[in-house]
């Protein structure tokens, strides 16, 4: 996970975010995926409501979101995927708990009567690049 923010803010000064730093911030959101997974693992990580930034979801893709967020619109929660995309006067910065760097994991799998050799392909490249000890054929 990490926190897209406009380069000016106080928080990109630093090398990693923590999720109790947000707790003054607003954070904005896609209501698209994984806007949802992402607000659940922020109020996972703080519990109470009084702890919470103030969340805003919005119905744009998270392109937009990063352009709110260049405006001083408030700051935004991505995965890694989402850090690839530059855009001018923002930083990301990985969020981090006590135990170390925030992941948001997902899960595929592969049903035996699909035959769809296409999915077999994904499947393999994703358990390459992204192994796990949970795997079970």
Known sequence: MFAVLPAEHSLAARE????????DETIIL???????????LL???LVSP???PKIERHDVSRGVVKSLVT???GISLVLESDIGANFSGLVYRE????TGPSMLS???YWQNDNE?????TFLKLLSERYPSRHLAT
């Open 16 to 23: 990693a975010v923590y999720w109790t730093d947000l707790r």
């Open 30 to 40: 896609s209501q698209y995926d994984p806007g949802q997974e992402i607000e659940d």
């Open 43 to 45: 109020v996972s990580k």
């Open 50 to 52: 009084v702890e919470r």
């Open 71 to 73: 405006m001083k619109a």
């Open 95 to 98: 969020i981090r708990d006590g």
């Open 106 to 108: 997902y899960a595929a």
């Open 116 to 120: 769809n050799p296409a999915l077999e």
